[in-house]
């Protein structure tokens, strides 16, 4: 069992896109994987099949039902803004033990790679003293750091580093997810980071129409865990 957080510098970056497509590489390489998407916000029950969960059920091959949702995302909020916002909207708060619980559950349940995937960035608040930080610190489990191609994306990322770094959170590697309409071309934001990543590995991944777990980087990152 491996177990490892994935999150990002923002929100938006790519982080379900990188975790559906790393699941379905593992499946079809013949690896059992799960995932969590425990905190969703922007959640339309109205139109589910895109949704963040819908995709990584889609990509475990588990029906799109509303059990199976629950089961992966119980914290679901309507309003597309930071959880504790969104949460106090609908009248409601995060319990941040019982998010903790969640996943540490999980986490012992796993029989083969679990991806736990953050939401938004990594300082979102949670609730009025927590944020995904701090989530990811009670875990202290590796990351995974999904950063985006746009232009302000490398001192981002860095910026991001530097915070992990000094929570003494591993990084198990850095992928950066092509943005839409970005200016910076991909290679060179990877070749930037890698300058400053003490080693970590950077690997970038292009936007791509379908077929995600086809591309060569998919097979990079598997190979890091």
Known sequence: MAAYFVTSTGTDIGKTFVTAGLIRYLRTAGTNAAALKPIVSGYDSSVVETSDPAVLLKALGRAVTADEIASIAPWRFRAPLAPDIAAAREGRS???????????????????MLFIEGVGGIMVPLDGKRTVLDWMAALNIPLLLVVGGYLGAISHTLTALDVLWQRKLKIAAIVVSESERGTVELDDTVASIARFSNGIDVIGLPRLPGGINDHPAFAQIAALF
């Open 94 to 112: 995060i319990d941040f033990e019982q998010l903790v619980a969640f996943s540490r559950n999980a986490i012992r349940a796993a029989t083969g």
